[in-house]
């Protein structure tokens, strides 16, 4: 019997008959005019490389019959131009989806026989592929959204202090308790009202119960909403009936476990891409329905439309 820890893909041919299967369930579809009349080309040698003396051999390659281009599954893709070969990017997906707390590139390196430099790009890239265009406001029908903040690491653009929490870097998590969907953002604005108001104004459906520590910021907003509840965590209140923020809480300690304990490190300008890549396994965990191997291609899902060059992985999504 095979064990469930064997690589599910084992070479580049199925590996990218995964992919295909993924992204056109219906057939090739051109990224260049979207048309589906095309035709697939045997398989060729490409010119000489230093890698590939005799010329590296090019598959899955697919001829438009419209706009007469060439294309494969990768093409419009974090994957695309890539040189490492497709099963190795597709277990590397997988361990980064399977590992509750994350995947460091030194592990992936070890693993995947590639460099460090390359192991640290392909991360970024498979986050990259993590990060949801799923605009839809949380809650709604009077469903609960817990909202609290916490901070990590330092903020680079302020002076050095070991005491001033205001001195290190925000994070804002939203929790849809319903749904199990988190969305995070970091939030180098000042935490007032106004500020506060235009995040969850633009996250949150207003027919929900808002639930919150007793911070000031939260008070103004949370007149907007269905209901505001808050739990008083300065006179060790934790939980009051179903008000509480555990919930939250629970996302937090899974996120700094990870960035302290297999991260280690993070540069300012990577966190919000970090931040994606909790938000992603949290909300397609496996209390949501999803083991490894679909959470793994619900990511796979995700690359089309996100190319990611070496000199844009110091971009990261912030509030």
């Given at each position: ?89 597709l277990l590397a997906n997988h361990l ?165 304990g297999i991260y280690q490190h993070c ?51 912030t509030a």
């Amino acid at each position: 019997m095979t064990s469930i820890y064997e690589p599910r893909f084992t070479d580049e041919n199925s590996a990218r008959e995964h992919l295909e299967a993924l992204q056109w369930p219906n057939g090739p579809v051109c990224p260049h005019c979207k048309s589906t009349n095309a035709k697939r080309l045997p398989a060729q040698r490409g010119r000489p490389t230093k890698a590939h003396p005799d010329g590296a051999v090019r598959a899955g390659v697919v001829q438009c019959n419209d706009c007469r281009k060439q294309y494969s599954v990768t093409v419009g893709t974090v994957f695309e131009s890539s040189k490492i070969p497709l099963h190795k990017w597709l277990l590397a997906n997988h361990l980064m989806c399977a590992s509750k707390k994350g995947v460091s590139a030194h592990q992936l390196h070890r693993m995947l026989g590639v460099t460090y430099k390359t192991a640290w790009f392909m991360a970024h890239r498979i986050r990259e592929a993590m990060i949801s265009t799923d605009d839809t406001p949380l809650g709604g029908d009077g469903g609960i959204v817990e909202v609290d903040e916490t901070y990590i690491g330092r903020d680079q653009t302020k002076p050095k202090s070991k005491l001033a929490i205001h001195h290190m870097n925000r994070v804002v998590s939203l929790v849809d308790r319903q749904t199990g969907r988190s969305v995070s953002v970091v939030f180098n604005q000042s935490f007032g009202p106004k500020e506060v108001s235009k995040l969850l104004f633009t996250k949150i459906d207003r027919n929900t119960r808002l639930v919150t520590d007793e911070a000031r910021p939260y008070i103004a907003p949370g007149k907007q909403f269905k209901a505001h509840q808050t739990v008083n965590h300065r006179q060790k209140e934790y939980a009051r009936g179903d008000i509480t923020t555990n919930t939250v809480e629970g996302f937090f300690g899974i996120f700094k476990r990870g960035m302290r304990g297999i991260y280690q490190h993070c540069g300012q300008q990577h966190l919000g891409r970090y931040l994606a890549e909790f938000d992603f396994r949290y909300t397609n965990r496996i209390a949501n329905g999803y083991d490894d191997a679909e959470r793994a291609d619900v990511a796979l899902k995700g690359i089309v439309g996100k190319r990611l060059t070496y000199r844009r992985t110091d971009s990261a999504a912030t509030a």
